[in-house]
């Protein structure tokens, strides 16, 4: 009995901390799914290890629906910039982009420890009325 609780202890171990040598998106602002009362100033991605600059992007699309489909309305964004935090980048969003209410998709990719590329997406909301 001893033998077998090793064992799952040893198994345990393993499977926490081998799901920490992959890259994943922990945290974002704009919050995924959140609604907005006005234009973020910026949009702000954190992950679980270091990233590599020369491979992040993020990319930003309005969800337009017309004739019953979602069409994505593709917003040309700065390049992403490094943060202070070495597992964050960023990209600005200055007033001149003229993001209002809607429905936003913010589309990412990035690589971290084992230089593989990652990519995800999340969408947020503008309503300010």
């Known amino acids: 009995m001893k033998a077998l609780l090793s064992l799952a202890a040893t198994l345990l171990f393993l499977s926490a901390s081998s799901s920490d040598q992959h890259l994943r998106l922990i945290k974002s602002a704009p919050e995924k799914d959140s609604t907005l009362t006005e234009m973020p100033t910026e949009i702000r991605l954190w992950f679980n290890q270091n990233i590599h600059m020369n491979v992040s992007e993020i990319t930003l699309h309005q969800l337009m629906n017309h004739d019953g489909m979602t ?3 593709p917003v040309e964004l ?52």
């Open 71 to 73: 069409h994505e309305m």
């Open 78 to 129: 700065p390049a992403a910039l490094a943060s202070e935090d070495p597992k964050s980048f960023f990209v600005p969003l200055p007033d001149s982009l003229g993001i209002g209410d809607g429905t936003w998709k913010v589309s990412w990719a990035t690589a971290g420890n084992d230089e593989h590329v990652v990519d995800g997406s999340f969408t947020f909301s503008i309503d300010s009325e």
